[in-house]
Structures are given as C-alpha cells and as structure tokens.
C-alpha cells in the first residue's frame, strides 16, 4: 500500500522561507514524476510544482523563482523548498506521486501539510 507522508509546513512572516518534505513508502513501481499540489479555501486543488523522473521540473507561475523542487530518488522523497512567502501561498499543500500504466496515470496523494503565511 502507498502511504506519503508529508511534513514541514506551517506558520511563517511574509518573506520568510519553510521546506516541505514528502516521504513515499509501499512504492513497488517506477514513478513518472513526484510533485507537490495547494489547495486553499474555496478554491479547488492546483499545481505547485513537479518533478519528473529525469529531472525535468515544472512550477506554478505564481511560484517560479520563489519555490524548488528536488527529490531523492533512493528514498522516494520529495522536497519544497518555498522562499520568500506570500500571503497567497496559503494553503493544504499535498504530496503527489504519480504512476504510469501505458496510456493511463495512476495518483497517489499524502494527507496535506498546512502553511499559513501572516501579513
């Protein structure tokens, strides 16, 4: 059974810095990509950033050049690292694994992490 484990959010000052860390266990396949996805209130859930297999990254607009992603793939870990904070970027922030079978994609999500950044 896949269970990812997320932690490292919190409450932090606008401008500050908080890194996210997911840790993945029950993986018995090849992962395409690992990522990390928000969802704040009343809105529904959004890309933050992915990393695939290779190393290809992608990220949110609104979090290029602020965020980074990275992972350990020895550890089927994650990371996300998140500076210079907004008040927006408050949020559930999710784990996300995902697996490929031929044509069809197969997600596994953590339980969320809250960040909540003051003004």
């Known amino acids: 059974q896949v269970q990812l484990v997320e932690s490292g959010g919190g409450l932090v000052e606008a401008g500050g810095s908080l890194r996210l860390s997911c840790a993945a266990s029950?993986?018995?396949?090849?992962?395409?990509?690992m990522g990390w996805y928000r969802q704040a209130p009343g809105e529904q859930r959004a890309l933050v950033a992915y990393i695939s297999s290779g190393g290809n990254t992608n990220y949110a607009l609104s979090v290029k050049g602020r965020f980074i992603i990275s992972r350990d793939n020895a550890k089927n870990a994650v990371y996300l690292q998140m500076n210079s904070l907004k008040p927006e970027d408050t949020a559930v922030y999710y784990c996300n694994v995902r697996r490929r079978s031929g044509a069809i994609f197969y997600n596994y999500w953590g339980q969320g992490t809250q960040v909540t950044v003051s003004s």
């Open positions: 029950g993986i018995t396949f090849s992962i395409e990509s």
